[in-house]
């Protein structure tokens, strides 16, 4: 198969604008993702195309978003579709520059906490200090018949 005619790629970028993504461009003109890249590798000024309308697509989805935002903002429904609402904030965060969704909350949180309780706490008691007395020991020095000193005995001697 040939290369894709001007009016092919005209329905490709017409599609890549709405919704910034060549899988929107390929869907426009009844093509195949790999047909459309194909022809982009072939023509170095239908690559510049293709990505300016996906850039406009871009900025279209987050125009579209930061819209469904402010309307929800502006004229609260009576009932909000919060998944609408979540996806639109998505939108505008990813392409928007600077568009921040996300809220946070700054202050100071007290995290002294006092818990009262029906129930009295038990006292508990240091456990008894136990003594254990060490055997007395009686020192006998031992000396030979000369006079001179052998050694020292050590022997317990039971309390009476």
């Known amino acids: 198969m040939g290369r894709l005619s001007h009016d092919k790629k005209e329905q490709v970028l017409a599609g890549m604008r709405l919704l910034g993504t060549k899988k929107a461009g390929a869907t426009a003109a009844d093509i195949s993702i790999e047909k459309l890249n194909e022809e982009i590798k072939k023509s170095a000024i239908f690559k510049k195309r ?4 996906i850039a406009i697509g ?16 502006l004229n609260p429904p009576p009932k909000t579709d919060r998944n609408q609402l979540t996806a639109a904030i998505a939108l505008a965060n990813a392409f928007i520059p600077g568009f921040k969704g996300a809220t946070t909350v700054q202050g100071k949180i007290d995290h002294n ?15 008894p200090k136990v003594t254990i007395e060490k055997p007395k020991k009686s020192k006998i020095e031992i000396y030979d018949d000369k006079g001179e000193y052998i050694g020292t005995q050590v022997k317990e001697v039971e309390n009476e």
């Open 50 to 53: 293709v990505s300016d309308a």
């Open 113 to 127: 906490i006092k818990v009262l309780s029906a129930v009295p706490r038990p006292t508990y008691l240091p456990p």
């Open 58 to 73: 871009k900025s279209n989805l987050g125009d579209n978003a930061l819209e469904v935002i402010s309307t929800y903002a």
